[in-house]
């Protein structure tokens, strides 16, 4: 496997079912991100993590629980969801970012299209 | 983080250079410009990153006047399958906060 990965790529759940996307980047990477994207909307950030470490939470509903067990490896934990949370989840990875110096170009993954009914 | 301001979609024909430009006024000294571009049901992929005045690769230019409060994406001779939604991010590279904005969604026809 190479770049990014996740897992499902589909994911259907009712509102009281309890379930985790995973996204496992192969590039050696130090930084990970979990991305929302609704239909017809832009991008929006909802976690950052650096070497593990959570830098961002951009004020998402604590029904959204990220876990970053090492700098390969980030969880998205899911229970007690909405309809409206159906959307498409998208994981990227980058290099640590250091402060200065160029963006760093982010990786992505196909992402995981979630569905709540 | 600096706001960018972009055209909502632009048509064009296989073959065409197409440019399009973004706007960041209130760009700040230590950020850089970034495009990405996505595809239908995929995640954005990076396609160039500037400073100032022209950066190229096998892919497109980036110009950025000296102001740098605009910017311009510049596709040669398009094809069909560069149809996508192209972004504009205005961003310090030490910063993890990634603003994307409604982007321009790109009709290339043959």
């Known amino acids: 496997e190479t770049g990014v990965t996740q897992t499902p790529r589909h994911l259907v759940m009712g509102m009281t079912n309890k379930k985790s996307l995973k996204c496992e980047q192969h590039?050696?990477?130090?930084?990970m991100y979990w991305y929302k994207q609704s239909a017809k909307k832009p991008l929006e950030l909802m976690f950052v993590?650096?070497?593990?470490?959570?830098?961002e939470n951009n004020s998402v509903p604590s029904r959204f629980s990220p876990e970053c067990p090492n700098s390969s490896h980030l969880f998205l934990h899911l229970h007690t969801l909405q309809p409206e949370d159906s959307a498409l989840y998208l994981c990227?990875?980058?290099?640590?970012?250091?402060?200065?110096?160029?963006?760093?170009?982010?990786?992505f993954g196909p992402g995981t299209r979630l569905t709540v009914l | 983080l600096a706001k960018t301001t972009q055209p909502i979609s632009m048509d064009s024909y296989e073959g065409q250079e197409v440019n399009i430009t973004c706007s960041h006024n209130n760009i700040a000294t230590n950020d850089y410009i970034t495009w990405y571009q996505q595809f239908p049901s995929q995640g954005p992929r990076f396609i160039i990153q500037?400073?100032?005045t022209k950066v190229t690769n096998e892919v497109a230019s980036l110009f950025i006047p000296a102001d740098r409060k605009s910017s311009t994406l510049s596709l040669p001779r398009v094809s069909l399958s560069d149809t996508a939604v192209y972004y504009c991010?205005?961003?310090?590279?030490?910063?993890?906060?990634?603003?994307f904005g409604a982007g321009t969604r790109l009709f290339v026809k043959a």
């Open positions: 991010l205005v961003g310090e590279g030490g910063g993890f906060k990634t603003i």
């Open positions: 990227a990875s980058s290099q640590d970012m250091a402060s200065g110096g160029p963006y760093n170009e982010q990786f």
């Open positions: 993590y650096n070497f593990k470490e959570q830098t």
């Open positions: 500037g400073y100032k």
């Open positions: 590039l050696g990477h130090n930084a």
